[in-house]
């Protein structure tokens, strides 16, 4: 084939500029032509021929066309075109040295996190909330949301993201400001009615809902409380699926109140807490009989009326504070011939078929007993505490029972527990049992006549153990000997405040430091350090490692022909090395002078400021309606 006719197509870059100047083409240049083309000039009447049958659809961005046509005569003249086309080829095949002109159109990049899954914005809201609760930031849950809408303005894909998660943990912290007052011209709520009337009107916001956590409640006698607990309810009516109602614990007296109507109502309450509180009419009647029979049928009926909803419910706190009744039957069902998986008569607890978690403190002898202990429902953890019927011959019965197979976690708290037996067959029975939390004055002792035989206590699943003997005893001395006889292999932390010396100390892992850097603020403090303060305890702990260190306890001679050289003394330390057991003294609640959580923690309402510095909205610093804002 004609070399001509094969490169007739292909035009150079500076030809393509020279042709667009009037001057002749020189020579095209050996890179993109290899083969040498005869000299072609162009005619203006030729440049005004109709293009647009070679034109493309496809764009290009850079693109240097020719055309090769005949026009009248039989001298070919060439056309060209700068304007974005696709090249048109007389051959089938362009050389590779043509191809390197032609540039990849440069496609739009789709914006990153727009074909993400949801599990992904998921993992990052979830990791932001992580941030934002983790103690040592000073950042709170009004910061957590500030950063939730800021992202839900980014884009659609975040907002449907962010949505979710903004709306299913509503937490409004601290009381509402004097300026928010005075703007609404309320006296109370002005947050919560403001998020009352947003979910009202938007209902697809309220299906999030799942947590709330209010300010807390006022004190008894303020005209404004009534009010509080009336605005509370509207908004727990308002979520069809809430779960959850932290910090705002008002009592029941065996009256009608709105707040526990609403509750009763929820049918995906998974959490509730009762403090039964004193009732006129009852304290009456006990002063003319003795329980049972001090509650009426009508006042029996509405409190196990409040559980029929409550068919997913997992967590259940029973508390009295003060002078609180609830009779046995009211908590299990004792008729049933001996069967406690038979549901007759009004026990709660058979009537919750979801429930794993529950909680009974500080009921009379006359409300909860050894009796009622046998007929608990399985569960997976179970907290008794300040329960006077509750006694040493209960619990060792109370082991045997089927339905504690599955107990997973025990915390016994103030029982006052005579015989370290009932112990010893709690940890010998529970086979599934990996938390263990024993909290009492005296120590429990070995009954007289008993042989004890090594390890007195043992569990070989047991995985948390905390230990707690106020009163000095032998309970410290039979715990460490019974770790010695390998009567816990699986324990791996242990927290014993009450060690007095240092036995439960000595088997664990050798430690460098006790004290937390918040205790040398305290150290000084005459009210934190109380005998049976948690500050106490490390400080002790803290001390017997730096008597260990200053004490020789090793001596290394180097000897050598009958000839001491030289002698190394090597200070001592406080552990066992190779143990598994990890020594712990710090709390529950971060930042608590008590190891153990109690009712005052909760009940309370104390926000997240409570043990950590105030958050003072920092984030916000450099904007200038940010002061204004977190006002």
């Not at 916001?205 to 607990?229: C, F, N, S, T």
């Not at 500050?535 to 002790?540: D, E, G, H, P, V």
């Amino acid at each position: 084939m004609d070399t001509y006719w094969e490169h007739q197509d292909r035009l150079a870059p500076d030809d393509a500029l020279s042709a667009r100047s009037g001057r002749p083409f020189g020579a095209l240049r050996a890179q993109s032509l290899p083969i040498p083309v005869p000299r072609i000039s162009f005619s203006s009447d030729v440049q005004d021929a109709d293009m647009d049958l070679f034109q493309s659809p496809r764009p290009s961005m850079s693109s240097f066309t020719s055309v090769a046509r005949s026009v009248g005569s039989p001298a070919t003249s060439f056309t060209y075109s700068t304007a974005p086309s696709t090249p048109v080829s007389l051959v089938s095949r362009p050389s590779p040295q043509s191809s390197q002109l032609q540039l990849r159109p440069k496609m739009p990049r789709r914006a990153v996190f727009q074909g993400l899954p949801p599990e992904i914005y998921d993992c990052i809201l979830q990791q932001l909330r992580v941030l934002h609760e983790d103690s040592a930031w000073q950042s709170c849950q009004t910061c957590h949301l500030r950063d939730l809408c800021s992202l839900a303005l980014t884009s659609r894909a975040w907002d449907k993201g962010v949505i979710k998660r903004m709306y299913d943990r509503i937490h409004v912290v601290g009381p509402d400001s004097k300026e928010q007052m005075k703007k609404y011209k309320m006296k109370t709520g002005v947050r919560l009615k403001l998020l009352r009337r947003t979910l009202r009107e938007r209902s697809f916001l309220a299906q999030h809902v799942r947590e709330l956590k209010v300010p807390r409640l006022q004190a008894e006698g303020d005209p404004l409380r009534k009010d509080m607990i009336n605005i509370v309810a509207s908004l727990v009516m308002a979520c069809p699926n809430f779960e959850r109602l932290v910090g705002f614990y008002p009592i029941y007296g065996h009256e009608f109140d709105r707040l526990t109507h609403a509750l009763s109502t929820r049918k995906k309450l998974k959490e509730h807490m009762w403090l039964i509180g004193e009732n006129a009419a009852i304290t009456q009647r006990s002063q003319k009989q003795l329980a049972p029979g001090l509650m009426d049928p009508e006042q029996k009926e509405s409190f196990v009326f409040f559980h029929q909803a409550w068919d997913s419910l997992t967590t259940l706190f029973l508390h009295s504070p003060g002078l609180g009744i609830l009779e046995k039957d009211i908590f299990v069902n004792t008729k049933n011939n001996g069967d406690p998986r038979r549901v007759q008569g009004p026990g709660i607890l058979h009537r919750l078929p979801a429930l794993k978690h529950l909680c009974i403190s500080s009921f009379d002898m006359d409300d909860f007993d050894d009796y009622t202990l046998q007929y608990l429902p399985a569960l997976q953890s179970l907290r008794l505490q300040d329960l006077e019927g509750v006694t040493f011959w209960g619990l060792s019965e109370f082991s045997r029972t089927t339905n504690t197979f599955s107990l997973r976690n025990l915390s016994l708290i103030n029982l006052d527990i005579m015989y370290i037996s009932a112990i010893s067959n709690l940890l010998l029975h529970l086979k599934s049992l990996k938390r263990f939390t024993l909290v009492q004055d005296t120590s429990p002792e070995v009954a007289e006549g008993e042989i004890a035989v090594q390890p007195i206590i043992a569990s070989h699943l047991l995985e948390f153990l905390h230990w707690e003997i106020i009163v000095p005893g032998s309970a410290n001395v039979n715990l460490a000997n019974s770790i010695k006889a390998k009567g816990f292999p699986r324990l791996r932390t242990m927290r014993a405040p009450s060690d007095h010396l240092g036995l439960l100390q000595a088997l664990c892992k050798p430690r460098a430091q006790i004290e937390l850097p918040s205790d040398w603020n305290s150290i000084n403090n005459a009210h934190t350090m109380a005998p049976d303060s948690l500050l106490t305890s490390r400080r002790a702990a803290q001390q017997r490692l730096e008597q260990a260190w200053n004490t020789v306890q090793f001596k290394v001679v180097v000897q050598e022909d009958d000839l001491v050289h030289e002698i190394f003394d090597l200070n001592g330390f406080i552990g066992e090395i190779g143990s598994q057991i990890d020594y712990s003294l710090e709390p529950d609640v971060p930042g608590s002078d008590q190891a153990w959580i109690d009712f005052p923690d909760v009940v309370s309402a104390r926000d997240e400021t409570a043990f950590k510095n105030p958050c003072r909205g920092l984030w916000n610093a450099s904007n200038p309606g940010g002061h204004k804002w977190w006002q």
